[in-house]
C-alpha cells in the first residue's frame, strides 16, 4: 500500500523556523517527483513546493520562495520542508504528496498524506 506520512508540525511565533518531514513506503519512491500542499481553514488546499523526481529541482509558490526549502533523500524515502521566516499566513494543514510531475494541481497528486498542523502566531 503506498502511504506518505507527515511529521513535524507544531506552533510557532511569526518569525520562527519549522521543519516538516515527509516518509514514502510503498512505493518506488525515487520514481516520485514529491512535493507540499496546504490548506487554510475555509481556502482550497494549494501548492507550496515540489522537487523534481529525477533532476532534484525544486520549484515554490511565490509567497513562499526566498524563506522555504525543498528537499529529498531517496535512499531514505522522505522529503523534508525547512520553512523559516514563517508568517501568520503560512498557518495551515499541510500535506505532503506524492505525483509523477511537479505541479501545483491538486488533480495531479497521485498520493496524499494525513496532514500536519502548522500554526504561526502573531
Known amino acids: 500500500q503506498v502511504q506518505v506520512l507527515e511529521s513535524g508540525g507544531g506552533l510557532v511565533q511569526t518569525g520562527g523556523s519549522l521543519r516538516l518531514s515527509c516518509t514514502g513506503s510503498?512505493?518506488?519512491?525515487?520514481?516520485?517527483?514529491m512535493g507540499w500542499f496546504r490548506q487554510a481553514p475555509g481556502k482550497e488546499r494549494e501548492g507550496v513546493s515540489c522537487?523534481?523526481?529525477?533532476?532534484?529541482?525544486?520549484a515554490y509558490a511565490a509567497d513562499v520562495k526566498g524563506r522555504f526549502t525543498i528537499s529529498r533523500d531517496n535512499a531514505k524515502t522522505t522529503i523534508d520542508l525547512q520553512m523559516n521566516s514563517l508568517k501568520t499566513e503560512d498557518t495551515a494543514m499541510y500535506y505532503c504528496?506524492?505525483?509523477?510531475?511537479?505541479?501545483?494541481?491538486?488533480?495531479?497528486?497521485?498520493?496524499w498524506g494525513q496532514g500536519t498542523q502548522v500554526t504561526v502566531s502573531s
Open positions: 510503498g512505493l518506488t519512491f525515487d520514481t516520485y517527483t
Open positions: 504528496a506524492a505525483m509523477k510531475l511537479c505541479t501545483f494541481s491538486r488533480s495531479g497528486v497521485e498520493t
Open positions: 522537487i523534481n523526481r529525477t533532476t532534484g529541482r525544486p
